[in-house]
């Protein structure tokens, strides 16, 4: 992995994008480290879209020295920020596994309508994980028994290739427990940055302990009556969903009456500002608003794959997202959403007593 430091003591002048161009097409870095830049805030981040970098982090300046950015290739490295200041950026950077991109670049570069490429990558994406990964628990207890078995023969007889296996044998358990983690990490959704690595143990109980908690076994009827079946615990929840986001009335007549002093109301700008185009800054900005790795919908994928993936995916999603603006229609598959149950009392027995979300 290439990886490029570079003092460039000003990144408003004039040959300073296409030399940030020139470098990227003979040395191909992952990352890219460009100190001084005299340029912070709004202006920085204006100048870092328009260079072959789809990820960035910038220091604001000390006056008019300083400025420190950071950009990177998210199809390349993972990188997680851990903190910032004027002069320093600390992230953690780990390697991205390479066959993973080609999965997402093959089902976005037959088609470029959201609802097909995200079908065809669901399908791919399940086969490479099941062919590249397998079952990472499995995986661990066989790594784990070779590895006693070697240490073991190394003790009785030592030798060379026994060494050099221990250490091939030692890499791949670091790997899978790494895969393991983040696992865990991500099925416990809590922020693994601030509660320290490899922490597993925390993680797989956090995950069991929230399943457990939100697990309903049983509900209490309309007439009182439990119910414990899941087929009719989730037709009951069904019926109940619908009849509250169902009305009887077929429309609604419109009624405007005179306007109060202190009533809000828009001026005439912000009244048409509504008429214009959404842009692909107000989409890639709502997108990044939303937390990396919180609950997915039906189709598996997190906004944290489309943020890292944005250079190959983000135009099949604005565009789908400008269509919805133009047709005011949201398309079937957009629409489709998973109800997920949150008590609001301690062991609760109706369904009035649990949020729907």
């Not at 079952?135 to 030592?158: S, T």
């Not at 489709?336 to 009035?352: C, E, F, G, M």
């Amino acid at each position: 992995m290439n990886i490029i430091a570079w003092n460039c003591r000003g990144a408003l002048k004039p040959e300073f994008q296409n030399h940030v161009r020139e470098l990227v097409q003979h040395h191909n870095p992952a990352m890219l480290i460009v100190m001084e830049t005299r340029v912070g805030g709004d202006r920085a981040k204006e100048i870092t879209d328009r260079l072959p970098f789809d990820e960035a982090i910038h220091t604001e300046t000390i006056g008019y020295a300083g400025g420190l950015w950071l950009l990177w290739k998210s199809d390349r490295v993972i990188v997680k920020p851990l903190a910032t200041t004027e002069q320093e950026i600390h992230v953690s950077v780990k390697l991205n596994d390479l066959s993973f991109p080609n999965i997402v670049r093959d089902a976005w570069g037959q088609s470029n309508r959201l609802n097909t490429t995200v079908e065809k990558f669901t399908r791919d994406a399940t086969t490479w994980n099941r062919d590249h990964f397998g079952n990472i628990f499995a995986k661990k207890r066989r790594v784990m028994a070779r590895l006693d078995g070697v240490q073991k023969a190394l003790g009785e007889r030592p030798s060379d290739s026994l060494v050099e296996l221990e250490k091939a044998l030692q890499r791949e358990l670091d790997e899978v427990l790494n895969q393991e983690q983040e696992l865990w990490a991500l099925k416990s959704r809590v922020n693994w940055m601030i509660l320290g690595d490899r922490n597993t143990s925390f993680f797989h109980v956090s995950t069991i302990v929230r399943r457990r908690r939100n697990r309903i076994s049983c509900l209490k009827n309309s007439v009182g009556e439990w119910i414990h079946e899941e087929a009719q615990i989730m037709s009951f929840i069904r019926e109940g969903f619908a009849k509250l986001y169902t009305t009887s009335h077929l429309e609604a007549k419109l009624h405007l009456g005179p306007t109060s002093p202190w009533q809000a109301t828009l001026s005439d700008m912000e009244r048409d500002s509504l008429y214009e185009p959404v842009t692909v800054e107000e989409i890639k900005s709502a997108l990044w608003s939303i937390k990396a790795f919180k609950a997915p919908g039906p189709d598996g994928l997190h906004a944290g794959f489309f943020q890292r993936f944005w250079m190959i995916v983000g135009g099949s999603v604005v565009e789908e997202i400008k269509k919805c603006f133009e047709t005011k229609k949201i398309p079937e598959f957009l629409n489709k959403t998973n109800v997920a149950l949150i008590p609001k009392i301690h062991s609760p027995d109706l369904r009035n007593t649990h949020i729907g979300l």
